[in-house]
């Protein structure tokens, strides 16, 4: 087992993510619990994961594992979920809100299950803002070891919190299919290559004074 993360790290807005697809800059909140159970850990969009803190802004603990294999579950924790994820690169990284920061991961591209861990995130919601002389409110603990993919489960509910953004989940309705997502992507594409001619034509025409060649 390794812990690339240990220690603290500053959230905003209640959220922090992990991301592995350099092409991309992280699902929309929707996006991210789109079909889930749980309202935790969103990830419904493909190589992502939305962490929900209780804590809106300041500093919350925060560890990172990985393991080679299902690791027991602490009777500590209050609020715990499962889910799938593979990451879509061969970098992936703990990334704060507006990638402000972010520790990498070291995770290999395969499936792996993934538990997210939470404590105190009532009393945590509850003060909104942690400043830096104050003591720590909330931590969580996120883990990771390999496992073929199944869908997202919650294993224990305990704060108020934690049940309003599973009610949320519950209410998104499911991801698009793979093909789906492909012709949406196909779609984007056109219509970027559309924009990009566009753009070509209107500065040939400035070019040439406003003639195209002939």
Request: aromatic share 10%.
């Amino acid at each position: 087992m390794r812990r690339p993360v240990e220690g603290e790290v500053h959230v905003h807005y209640g959220q922090i993510y992990v991301e592995s697809d350099p092409d991309s800059f992280g699902p929309d909140l929707a996006e991210a619990f789109a079909g889930q159970s749980g309202g935790l850990c969103g990830a419904a969009v493909p190589g992502a994961l939305w962490l929900t803190t209780g804590l809106h802004t300041g500093d919350v603990g925060f560890t990172v594992e990985v393991h080679d294999q299902a690791p027991p579950l602490d009777a500590a924790w209050e609020d715990v979920v499962e889910v799938s994820f593979r990451p879509r690169s061969g970098s992936s990284a703990l990334v704060r809100w507006a990638g402000e920061d972010s520790w990498e991961l070291d995770l290999e591209e395969t499936d792996y299950r993934v538990r997210y861990c939470a404590k105190g995130m009532d009393e945590a919601d509850q003060r909104d803002t942690r400043l830096d002389h104050e003591p720590q409110l909330d931590c969580y603990l996120l883990q990771f070891w390999p496992a073929p993919p199944e869908p997202d489960s919650v294993l224990r509910q305990t704060s108020a919190i934690a049940a309003y953004w599973h009610d949320y989940a519950r209410k998104q309705p499911p991801p698009p299919t793979p093909a789906e997502r492909a012709e949406a992507e196909r779609l984007a594409r056109l219509a970027q290559e559309q924009a990009d001619e566009e753009r070509r034509l209107a500065y040939e025409r400035w070019e040439w004074g406003g003639h195209l060649r002939k």
